[in-house]
């Protein structure tokens, strides 16, 4: 479980990067000065290099296969499965109290 602990936290922090790079080259077209561009080019660059560090991990580490499809649909769906097992876990003892404090419709 820890394994796929550390897994899950690196694909969410590779998507973070992701997103990061994504606002700073918009951020950057956005810039009105030499020295804003200058320095959201510098956190760009940054970025990127973080990204290929957390991918190349990920990589190594076998929990993203960026060029075989078949063996990164079976990493999925592994995790897939043991998100549900997770959330199959019988964390209260009585779930019936847990689940009358929620405010659902019938």
């Given at each position: 479980?820890?394994?796929?602990?550390?897994?899950?936290?690196?694909?969410?922090?590779?998507?973070?990067?992701?997103?990061?790079?994504?606002?700073?080259?918009f951020?950057?077209?956005?810039?009105?000065?030499?020295?804003?561009?200058?320095?959201?080019?510098?956190?760009?660059?940054?970025?990127?290099?973080?990204?290929?560090?957390?991918?190349?991990?990920?990589?190594?580490?076998?929990?993203?296969?960026?060029?075989?499809?078949?063996?990164?649909?079976?990493?999925?769906?592994?995790?897939?499965?043991?998100?549900?097992?997770?959330?199959?876990?019988?964390?209260?003892?009585d779930?019936?109290?847990?689940?009358?404090?929620?405010?659902?419709?019938?």
């Amino acid at each position: 479980m820890i394994g796929f602990a550390n897994q899950s936290a690196a694909m969410e922090f590779l998507l973070s990067v992701k997103s990061g790079v994504k606002d700073m080259a918009f951020a950057l077209t956005e810039a009105s000065t030499p020295e804003v561009r200058e320095w959201l080019k510098k956190q760009l660059f940054a970025g990127l290099n973080m990204h290929e560090k957390v991918y190349q991990l990920m990589v190594d580490r076998a929990w993203l296969h960026p060029y075989d499809p078949i063996e990164q649909s079976r990493v999925d769906l592994t995790a897939a499965e043991m998100t549900g097992n997770i959330a199959r876990m019988p964390l209260f003892k009585d779930r019936t109290k847990v689940l009358e404090t929620f405010d659902t419709p019938n």
